[in-house]
């Protein structure tokens, strides 16, 4: 089984309680009420720092990790050519390969600011040749990101049209 291993000398960085406070919340409601249109039977929101929405649907289980954009709003922008996966969530990639669950999927959502609608990314797509370092001129630091092209990704509307 290939499993995500820590990056040596790599920047990890800490938890924000305030980021946290006004992000997790929100961003599990999103993606569960989505779920339950979806036909999905949500089964834990809890927070057990593992994966932030467990559902079931149609005898599959489903694992799905949250993350809020915030600096994304309308349409995204094509010049952004990939999405970027804070590494240190190779950890829950690794967890749920361990898990070895034969009906089971993992999926990463990136949540538009506005909550609309958000990227899927399927597990599968986490692979160690899309891990690479990016210099964060805000943060004055180097962090590694997964890359994943934005065109393989799903774009998916959280809440219905109206």
């Given at each position: 089984?290939?499993?995500?291993?820590?990056?040596?000398?790599?920047?990890?960085?800490?938890?924000?309680?305030?980021?946290?406070?006004?992000?997790?919340?929100?961003?599990?409601?999103?993606?569960?009420?989505?779920?339950?249109?979806?036909?999905?039977?949500?089964?834990?929101?809890?927070?057990?720092?593992?994966?932030?929405?467990?559902?079931?649907?149609?005898?599959?289980?489903?694992?799905?990790?949250?993350?809020?954009?915030?600096?994304?709003?309308?349409?995204?922008?094509?010049?952004?050519?990939?999405?970027r996966i804070p590494y240190r969530k190779f950890k829950l990639l690794n967890k749920f390969k361990e898990m070895k669950k034969v009906d089971a999927y993992f999926n990463f959502y990136?949540?538009?600011?506005?909550?609309?609608?958000?990227?899927?990314?399927?597990?599968?797509?986490?692979?160690?040749?899309?891990?690479?370092?990016?210099?964060?001129?805000?943060?004055?630091?180097?962090?590694?990101?997964?890359?994943?092209?934005?065109?393989?990704?799903?774009?998916?509307?959280?809440?219905?049209?109206?």
């Amino acid at each position: 089984m290939n499993t995500f291993k820590p990056i040596s000398g790599a920047y990890t960085r800490k938890f924000r309680p305030h980021s946290y406070a006004k992000n997790d919340g929100v961003a599990k409601e999103a993606v569960s009420n989505y779920l339950i249109n979806n036909g999905h039977k949500i089964l834990s929101i809890e927070e057990d720092f593992s994966f932030d929405v467990k559902s079931e649907k149609d005898g599959h289980l489903y694992f799905s990790e949250v993350e809020m954009k915030r600096q994304w709003f309308g349409d995204w922008l094509p010049s952004w050519t990939e999405i970027r996966i804070p590494y240190r969530k190779f950890k829950l990639l690794n967890k749920f390969k361990e898990m070895k669950k034969v009906d089971a999927y993992f999926n990463f959502y990136v949540i538009r600011g506005d909550m609309e609608c958000a990227w899927r990314i399927k597990d599968y797509q986490f692979t160690p040749e899309t891990v690479q370092e990016v210099y964060l001129s805000n943060a004055r630091r180097y962090e590694h990101f997964f890359h994943i092209p934005y065109v393989e990704a799903e774009l998916v509307q959280l809440k219905e049209n109206k």
